[in-house]
Every structure is written in C-alpha cells, then in structure tokens.
C-alpha cells in the first residue's frame, strides 16, 4: 500500500491508533511483571471450545505454565514498545494479532460457553479481543511505523545499503 494513498489526516489517525494499542499492550505486561506471582493458569483453566484440552494441558504442566507465564508478559512488553515507538511495527502488530488470537481462542465468546454471557467486552461471536485483532491488522498493512516511528529510520538505513 502506497504511503501517498493516505491524507495527513489518516496517517495521524492511524499512528495514534497503534500507539494506544501499543500503550494497551505495554500496560498489559508491565501490570503483570509488577504483580510478581501472576500467572495465567486461571484464565486457561476456564478455557472452553475446541482448544480447551490444550490449554488444560499448559496449565496441568508447571514447567510449561512457567515458560507461557514469561512469555505472555514480555511479549506483551515487547509488542507494545515496538508498537508505541513504531519500530518493527508490522512484526510488532501479526505478533500481536497472533497473542490476542490465542486470548480469544482460549475463551470464545461462543453461545453455551462461559463467556458467552453478556459481560462487558463480549458481544456474542464479536468481543473485545476481536476488535483489537482486527484493529492490529488495520497497523500491520499500512506502512504505519515509517510515518512516525523507528521504521522510518530502518527503511532509510536498509533502502541506502542495498
């Protein structure tokens, strides 16, 4: 996608929109380094739907729960830094399309599930988690990090030495 298909108008919209996402994220991972016991065996033990038995089994192996629990929390140190300082950002955005997958995967908002009960962020099929996704795939097609972001600085330094 061209960067001259997009008004100033758009590009900054669209910059801000990773960089709240970003914040989101960052957020997400710091809380959970901060609270030093965290872990996401709840959140997986409640799982529901055709990955639930694979969930179960992270949360029925301490040594694999550890490494998922360090993996959550710095990935989402690491999504939300590269998408607040536009640096990586495509990786930065399917990374986070990939996690925020897992999330919803783990507890659908399906009808007869346990979170499909009208809660705040669950829509039926459509919940938070969703839109989120879909907001992430909105960065990651768009030369968002080039426009104010680390990237600009990458694709000057990569497109000089080929």
């Not at 990955?51 to 089994?57: G, I, V």
Request: charged share 10%.
């Amino acid at each position: 996608m061209s960067e001259d298909k997009f008004t100033s108008l758009q590009k900054v919209a669209l910059v801000i929109l990773r960089v709240l996402i970003g914040w989101h994220f960052l957020y997400e991972g710091v809380a959970k380094l901060l609270k030093g016991n965290w872990s996401a065996a709840g959140y997986l033990s409640q799982s529901r739907g055709f990955l639930a038995p694979f969930f179960h089994w992270i949360v029925d192996t301490p040594t694999v729960l550890a490494v998922v629990n360090q993996m959550n929390i710095w990935g989402l140190i690491a999504i939300g830094l590269g998408l607040i300082v536009g640096c990586l950002t495509r990786w930065a955005a399917y990374a986070g399309m990939l996690l925020i997958a897992l999330y919803y995967l783990a507890n659908p908002p399906f009808v007869g599930f346990y979170y499909s009960i009208p809660m705040e962020g669950n829509y039926l099929i459509v919940n938070k988690n969703l839109v989120e996704m879909a907001a992430l795939f909105v960065i990651a097609i768009t030369p968002n990090g080039r426009w104010a972001g680390l990237d600009y600085l990458l694709h000057k330094w990569f497109c000089r030495n080929k």
